[in-house]
């Protein structure tokens, strides 16, 4: 009888903030480019992605992979608000620029 090979994952802590973050993020800034749907998913998706980097971040303090997601997230959520206001002061979404 042959020997079976058993192949074990390492075990994973759970990242459940720094991915949702990410998600939130990247869709955040995706959706940033359509002009009517961008202005709401942005406003809501960015600030959400923001505050579960923030979590995320937090949790980890061990600075593993898990931390750099969540900065990852952290960061892009923070640019797509930045983004989401200039386009919003400088009038990219107003009617007149269709």
Do not use: H, Q
């Not at 973050?21 to 480019?33: D, N, Y």
Request: charge should be positive.
């Amino acid at each position: 009888m042959a020997a079976r090979t058993v192949i074990v994952w390492p075990l994973m802590k759970p990242r459940g903030f720094a991915l949702g973050s990410m998600l939130c993020a990247v869709f955040a800034m995706v959706t940033l480019v359509i002009p009517f749907l961008g202005v709401y998913t942005s406003a809501i998706l960015g600030p959400a992605s923001i505050a579960l980097g923030a979590v995320g971040v937090s949790r980890t303090k061990d600075g593993g992979p898990n931390r750099k997601l969540a900065l990852a997230g952290l960061t892009l959520g923070l640019a797509a608000v930045i983004l989401l206001v200039i386009f919003v002061a400088t009038g990219t979404y107003s009617e007149r620029a269709r």
